[in-house]
């Protein structure tokens, strides 16, 4: 039987040693080793056409400031696209849609994707009209560019494809996890239980007795109450599309009733 291709990357950067050291670790090592996940690196300075060649140029108008020209970029992209037609087409901008895990599934489900990253003042804003299919951002900070960004798409994106992590429960428990990867009827989408491994009890801390009980129910339901309760201490507005069947309801109900408050991530 042939084996399943890898899910591709096709990365455009000025600087693809960037990714060198984060290939050759852990999952992604073992990912690529293992046939899942190919990266290709695509240097932006050779789809320049001058002898410099020159990837930015100043700003119209005036200002602080180099801008990623747009020739190089759809160069770029068309020579991928020769390849793959319909490959999506991601620009890492801080003014893209933010990176979630339910975006990190949709993700996960095509076959190659290709990741521009900018930098400088970022790229001519016809990139974005008419090159880019979306516009990714990795949070509400500012990056000097966009090869950080890339990595953690490339990161998370690859340890849903299946059979990357060796133990697939982990996609189950880990926080965020949406129905599908959950394996819930009723989704997940909350914040991961507490773990705690040997000793039981190490300088006066003793890991929660039910979990040393061997009673799996019990077990099961601790960590559903427990995952009920960081979810509602730490990030509260996760809770508010959450399916949640009756069991899950009345634990919400003891936690709002209880003397404690939510405690926001910004309060600590
Ligand atoms: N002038 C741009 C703006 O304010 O929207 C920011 C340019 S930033 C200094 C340079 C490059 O870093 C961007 O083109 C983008 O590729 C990357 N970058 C910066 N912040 C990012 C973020 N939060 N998410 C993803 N990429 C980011």
């Not at 730490?234 to 003397?259: F, G």
């Amino acid at each position: 039987m042939e084996a399943p291709k890898p899910m591709q990357f096709d990365v455009v950067t000025i600087f693809p040693d960037f990714f060198g050291s984060i290939l050759v670790h852990g999952m992604l090592k073992r990912a690529v080793a293992g046939g899942q996940l190919a990266v290709r690196l695509h240097d932006l300075r050779d789809f320049s056409e001058d002898r410099h060649r020159t990837v930015d140029d100043r700003p119209f108008g005036g200002g602080p400031g180099m801008v990623f020209k747009p020739e190089p970029i759809f160069r770029a992209v068309e020579a991928i696209r020769a390849e793959a037609a319909d490959v999506p087409v991601i620009l890492l901008s801080p003014q893209g849609r933010l990176l979630r895990q339910p975006v990190v599934e949709e993700l996960s489900q095509r076959s190659r994707i290709v990741l521009i990253c900018g930098r400088y003042e970022g790229m001519d804003e016809r990139v974005a009209e008419s090159l880019a299919t979306d516009e990714l951002s990795i949070g509400d900070y500012v990056l000097s560019g966009g090869e950080i960004g890339a990595a953690v798409v490339i990161e998370c994106v690859t340890r849903l494809i299946p059979g990357v992590l060796g133990n697939e429960e982990s996609i189950v428990q880990d926080s965020f996890g949406g129905e599908e990867f959950s394996g819930e009827p009723s989704g997940r989408r909350l914040l991961d239980w507490p773990h705690y491994t040997r000793p039981a009890e190490f300088r006066g801390m003793r890991v929660p007795e039910v979990l040393l009980s061997g009673d799996h129910g019990e077990i099961r339901r601790w960590r559903r109450r427990k995952a009920l309760e960081k979810t509602f201490r730490k990030r509260p507005e996760l809770l508010a599309d959450l399916p949640l069947d009756d069991e899950d309801r009345q634990v919400l109900e003891e936690l709002k009733q209880a003397s404690w408050l939510p405690v926001s991530p910004q309060q600590g």
